[in-house]
């Protein structure tokens, strides 16, 4: 049933990317917890506006989960406290009354704050132009049921391809690394027929445009399949390293 | 006809048009591409999909979206799923019923031909989004899966989970991706377009606001290409993205392009209800539901009453007392009837006091008898013999959960009630605008060189879209139809040197945007952006939704006039202009909504019949169904834009020489 929350909210502001930045309080009354986090935003800044002050700047768009546009570091954790939610679909039943909630932008070098809780995740993008595609002009195409596919293996292509994109992973990365975005395409495009032909090349590029980008190293701790709002699992990187080690050992380059 | 408007529709019989069509279209040598430049606005189905593909012909190719990546625009929350005629399931699909389906669901609003070619290029579609490793769902035996939709009576949809919109879409950006690391897409993300170029009359480009500085750019191409989607958030509640908005398409209606139906708005039947006055947007459940949710209201007032006030709850209401009112009105299609007569529906029995929670504007959609069914199915499948109750509601409910399980947690999610032990609560809401810019055959609107793809035109879904033809639309302009008829205008473009963007009329179409942006900087008033737009979408809620009529649409139009006064007067947008500043896109877009709602209420009042989602009250039979007058109204309305929110109507009469058109019968 819908209640009534008293909050203590901390959000980072920062101007602009040259900024320095630094938390501000917000106290916020009469917050119903049929209301999403972003409703609870979109409260604030009502109010911000009225008073003359600032808005605070967020990325969001769809607002059901699937665009990705999101990205709130709550209390510690990229999307907040519950499993498996983007920020737009976490709702403020899953707060207490009279709670401080802490709020900041994804914390990673290669994802730098632009404003407020905005930050440039431009990375990804550029890692995808390297290899996340199977490279078919349009009209090329055969009939669509010409290669018949395991239901099992398209279902396990269909989860790394469910991928959104926030860069939850990156942001819970004790290391930013990016192994878990990454990994999910890869794997994708590896778990199909029409991924094979450049399945060795894809891995390479990607992987060597991950790094430039500045993204760490995994070191297996796991919390980006934890705090994955959508569950994209572990098993993905270990088909992309061994993917990879594959590449490595047989490439001419 | 009158003379402004050419529809270039090729001569021959339905069937060879296109195909003739498309193998007679001027060319451009391969040479000659690499000089030509193409703007493309818009980075979703129909925009990614164009870009990719103009990119491998050879064009030289700039994208524009306003979301911080290309991945992240509105296709992707699509979630039911694609349509094409492949009948792969054996059930008498063809090109043609696809096309008749689509001309009948569109209550005989929209053009034979470009819907016949829709159909066409469908099962291209299909095989392109397979070969880029779009991962749809299958059966066992490795083959593509497909379900139904509302408006057929065949299984034509292909789909990936719930999530259809969001591979397809991914299919798309990974062929955009790859021109742009190839270097022959420049992206622009986190770009706003404000104006558009053009040079005697013919458009030669764009200015774009870079959101994350604040600057205005001026950007040349020989032809622009608008594939901005709809204009649903002009109600401010709908199942749009927040950001989704008609500025670019409004700001080309402003410099002369037709906005052809702007009244037809689909409003979707299965839908969130809202919980308050905080609600930021609604959240659409899938239409696929409906092949196993069955949509029923108590048959007593008693009970209903009692639901609303929470005494009772949905599953004490025993299975005589309840009212599957789709099923009762319209048993050929039942459940599955088209999304317009759907929500119609919904709100009868809601407006008649059935209406199922507090704010009484909800009905079920309940799984429990299909579950039992694929229980039951899933235990003899298994060998078990003498199942128990439980036993047969656990194996139903992991049916349910391995076809709707994403829907289901998002419904959980929201609502915090669990949609596997109580049936869901829905009701209709803005989802889709079947009208946009007016484009010719060639998708190219009445600008010289500016055309519009996908929801942003208004061309192949009438007066109502079918269920999972808007991904099918997008895709097919963008695939397989621009980059064909694009060929007509661009060969005689091969002697036009790329305008400098000095050019006065970029510097004129510059300070315009500049002048805007300053006007409201400058108001420095009381009142926020959102406060406005609320403020709008309820009066087109009210007046120019579900249900229209004559004395709604005029009041409606003096009370925008009045907003629209207000809220130039009193608008208060924080922060600067040279920044990132969301609270001044904002503005920007409500202040084209503030005129295009005007213009919607116009159309709608202009159109004194009822068709598709357009239903005006005075004009319905005894049983409470649309009555169309196609004497009188057989044609598409594209308003041409006059300086102080003046329009004109031009009249485009459609000709149906292959469908006999009827009375749209679900019953």
């Known amino acids: ?253 | 006809m009158t003379s402004k408007l050419d529809s270039k529709i090729p001569e021959g019989n339905l069937e060879q048009k296109w195909t003739k069509y498309r193998s007679t279209v001027p060319l451009v040598n391969p040479s000659n591409k690499r000089s030509l430049e193409i703007i493309i606005v818009g980075s979703g189905l129909a925009g990614a999909s164009a870009a990719a593909s103009l990119a491998e012909l050879g064009y030289k190719v700039k994208v524009f979206c306003f979301q911080d990546s290309a991945r992240r625009a509105h296709s992707i929350a699509a979630q039911g799923g694609i349509n094409a005629a492949k009948n792969y399931q054996n059930d008498g699909d063809s090109t043609y019923r696809l096309f008749y389906d689509t001309i009948k669901g569109g209550d005989y609003r929209a053009r034979e031909a470009n819907v016949y070619r829709l159909a066409e290029v469908s099962s291209s579609i299909i095989d392109q989004c397979v070969a880029q490793g779009v991962p749809f769902a299958r059966e066992y035996g490795g083959l593509l899966s497909n379900r139904s939709f509302g408006g057929t009576q065949v299984q034509r949809t292909f789909y990936a989970a719930g999530q259809t919109g969001q591979q397809l879409l991914l299919g798309a950006y990974s062929g955009l991706q790859r021109q742009v690391g190839m270097g022959n897409v420049k992206m622009y993300a986190r770009h706003e377009m404000l104006e558009v170029v053009t040079i005697d009359g013919v458009c030669r480009g764009i200015i774009a606001r870079d959101l994350t500085t604040g600057k205005l750019e001026r950007h040349f191409g020989h032809a622009v290409l608008l594939g901005t989607g709809g204009y649903g958030n002009v109600f401010f509640l709908s199942t749009n993205a927040m950001g989704s908005n008609v500025t670019a398409a409004w700001k080309a209606h402003k410099k002369g392009a037709m906005f052809a139906n702007p009244c037809f708005t689909q409003i979707h039947p299965t839908c969130i209800p809202v919980s308050g006055d905080h609600q930021s947007k609604l959240t659409l459940m899938s239409e696929s539901l409906r092949n196993d949710g069955r949509i029923w209201v108590p048959k007593n007032l008693e009970d209903a009453k009692a639901l609303r006030e929470n005494r009772i709850k949905p599953n004490d209401i025993k299975e005589e007392n309840r009212d599957y009112y789709l099923e009762r009105r319209y048993p050929a299609f039942g459940n599955l009837v088209p999304r317009d007569v759907a929500s119609r529906a919904a709100k009868e029995r809601c407006d008649a006091g059935f209406g199922v929670n507090k704010t009484g504007e909800a009905v079920f959609l309940d799984f429990a008898f299909n579950t039992l069914r694929y229980g039951n199915m899933e235990a003899t499948k298994k060998g078990i013999h003498n199942p128990s109750e439980a036993q047969i509601i656990e194996l139903g409910r992991a049916v349910v959960k391995e076809k709707y399980g994403n829907l289901f947690d998002m419904y959980q999610q929201i609502t915090g009630v669990n949609p596997y032990e109580q049936p869901m609560m829905i009701y209709p809401a803005v989802h889709y605008t079947m009208g946009g810019l007016w484009v010719d055959y060639n998708l190219m609107t009445n600008v010289k060189g500016l055309y519009a793809l996908g929801e942003a035109n208004f061309s192949d879904h009438g007066a109502n879209r079918l269920g999972a033809s808007a991904l099918m639309q997008g895709l097919a302009d963008g695939y397989f139809v621009i980059p064909y008829t694009i060929g007509s205008y661009l060969n005689n473009e091969i002697r036009t040197k790329a305008i400098s963007t000095d050019h006065e009329a970029f510097v004129e179409a510059e300070n315009k945007v500049k002048a805007t942006i300053d006007h409201l900087m400058g108001v420095k008033g009381t009142k926020s952006v959102d406060y406005f737009h609320k403020k709008l979408g309820l009066i087109m809620w009210n007046q120019c939704g579900m249900a229209r009529n004559a004395e709604g649409l005029k009041k409606a139009i003096e009370e925008i006039k009045a907003l629209r006064e207000e809220f130039w007067n009193n608008v208060r947008v924080p922060g600067e202009a040279n920044e990132m500043n969301p609270e001044l896109e904002k503005a920007g877009r409500v202040a084209d909504f503030l005129e295009l709602g005007e213009l919607m209420c116009k159309d709608a009042l202009m159109r004194e019949e009822s068709c598709g989602g357009h239903f005006r009250e005075e004009y319905q039979t005894e049983e409470g169904e649309a009555m169309r007058d196609d004497d009188n109204f057989k044609f598409v309305a594209a308003w041409e834009y006059f300086e102080g929110n003046n329009w004109e109507m031009n009249k485009e009469d459609l000709i149906y020489e292959n469908i006999k058109i009827a009375q749209r019968s679900y019953k």
């Not at chain 1, 407020?116 to 009209?139: E, Q, Y």
């Not at chain 1, 891995?203 to 919390?223: K, R, S, Y």
Request: proline share 4%; with cysteine; aromatic share 6%.
């Open chain 1, 1 to 253: 049933m819908e209640n009534n929350l008293n909050l203590n909210l901390k959000v980072w502001r920062q101007k602009n990317a040259k900024d320095k930045g630094g938390f501000e309080e917000y106290k916020l009354s009469e917050i119903s917890t049929d209301m999403s986090f972003l409703e609870m935003f979109d409260v604030l800044n009502e109010r911000l506006i009225v008073e003359g002050k600032d808005p605070v700047a967020f990325d969001h768009d769809c607002r059901e989960g699937i665009c990705g546009a999101c990205s709130m570091f709550i209390n510690g954790r990229p999307h907040g406290p519950k499993q498996a939610v983007t920020t737009c679909q976490l709702h403020m039943r899953s707060f207490k009354d009279g709670e401080t909630i802490v709020v900041e932008p994804w914390r990673a070098e290669p994802f730098p704050v632009i404003k407020d809780l905005v930050v440039d995740r431009s990375a990804f993008d550029r890692i995808m132009s390297a290899g996340g595609f199977v490279s078919i002009n349009t009209g090329n195409a055969q009939d669509a049921n010409a290669i018949p596919i395991s239901k099992e293996n398209a279902d396990e292509a269909f989860a790394a391809a469910a991928c959104i994109g926030c860069g939850a992973c990156v942001a819970a990365c004790k290391n930013a690394s990016a192994m878990l975005f990454v990994s999910a395409k890869v794997s994708q495009f590896a778990l199909l027929p029409q991924g094979q032909p450049e399945r060795s090349a894809r891995v390479m590029e990607m992987v060597a445009q991950m790094d430039n980008e500045g993204f760490g190293a995994c070191t297996n701790t796991g919390a980006c399949s934890a705090e994955c709002p959508k569950e994209i699992s572990l098993t993905h990187i270990a088909r992309m390293n061994r993917d990879y080690l594959m590449a490595e050992l047989t490439s001419n380059k």
